[in-house]
Nanobody, 118 residues
Framework: VQLQASGGGLVQAGGSLRLSCIAS????????IGWYRQAPGKQRELVAG??????NYADSVKGRFTVSRDYAKNAVYLQMGGLKPEDTAVYYC??????????????WGQGTLVTVSS
């Protein structure tokens, strides 16, 4: 199983970016999928996630970011708007995935850098 993230880049404050993450491999079920981020010198934190019946956001991104999930494509997207310099971080895709025969396992993508200039 692999998580391939894309969409990061350099944007000015107030701008927008859309991150994408697609899970591939032997997948029977994805119970939860979402985005974390890690800024320089800080711990990795949850940004937004979609479980089977609910969506969660960090307080710092509520009203600015929207997470969405495409069940058919095993994908998750993060539409980021009103970006601030403090949103600068490496963004990681994360998912709990169950293979056709096996247990639910947590996976991380490779990370995509988002840089917001002031």
């Amino acid at each position: 199983v692999q998580l391939q993230a894309s969409g990061g880049g350099l944007v000015q404050a107030g701008g927008s970016l859309r991150l994408s993450c697609i899970a591939s491999g032997r997948i029977s079920r994805i119970s939860a999928i979402g985005w974390y981020r890690q800024a320089p010198g800080k711990q990795r934190e949850l940004v937004a996630g979609v479980a089977e019946v609910e969506t969660n956001y960090a307080d710092s991104v509520k009203g600015r970011f929207t997470v969405s999930r495409d069940y058919a494509k095993n994908a998750v997207y993060l539409q980021m708007g009103g970006l601030k310099p403090e949103d600068t971080a490496v963004y990681y895709c994360n998912a709990d995935i169950q293979p056709p025969s096996g247990q639910l396992t947590n996976y991380w993508g490779q990370g995509t850098l988002v840089t917001v200039s002031s």
